[in-house]
């Protein structure tokens, strides 16, 4: 059905910048939106991200404003995540995921909340260093 894989993330000083990609195989599933989540040791899982794919409406938690950038490149069904002044506190899991669905389904939203997602990928480790 759905594939997602995430690459690009690693270690980094504090004040450094990285770049998340999500690869997404969808065969004939298409998302209405997609976003990036995280997850630090002995918190819950947030939403950091989310991006309409017909729209390009992005929300962010007020957290990484100024600093994460979500973007989608539809051409190479690709979701990214530039990172940038990064911060201790911004050390966690990170996971791409969209909500895919067989038909023309439309919604002007992108939310923010991990129950509105049905796929999800396996995470990539995001550490920040001071």
């Known amino acids: 059905q759905v594939q997602l894989v995430e690459s690009g993330g690693g270690s980094v000083q504090s004040g450094g910048s990285l770049r998340l990609s999500c690869a997404a195989s969808?065969?004939?599933?298409?998302?209405?939106?997609m976003g990036w989540f995280r997850k630090a040791p002995g918190k819950q899982r947030e939403g950091v991200a989310s991006?309409?794919?017909?729209?390009?409406?992005?929300n962010y938690v007020d957290s990484v404003k100024g600093r994460f950038t979500i973007s989608q490149d539809n051409a190479k069904n690709t979701l990214y995540l530039q990172m940038n002044g990064l911060k201790v506190e911004d050390t966690a899991m990170y996971y791409c995921?969209?909500?895919?669905?067989?038909?023309?389904?439309?919604?002007?939203?992108?939310?923010?909340?991990?129950?509105?997602?049905?796929?999800w990928g396996q995470g990539i480790q995001v550490t920040v260093s001071s």
């Open positions: 995921a969209g909500y895919f669905r067989g038909d023309n389904y439309y919604t002007r939203g992108a939310p923010l909340g991990q129950a509105a997602y049905n796929y």
């Open positions: 991006i309409n794919t017909g729209t390009g409406l992005a």
């Open positions: 969808a065969y004939t599933y298409r998302s209405a939106y």
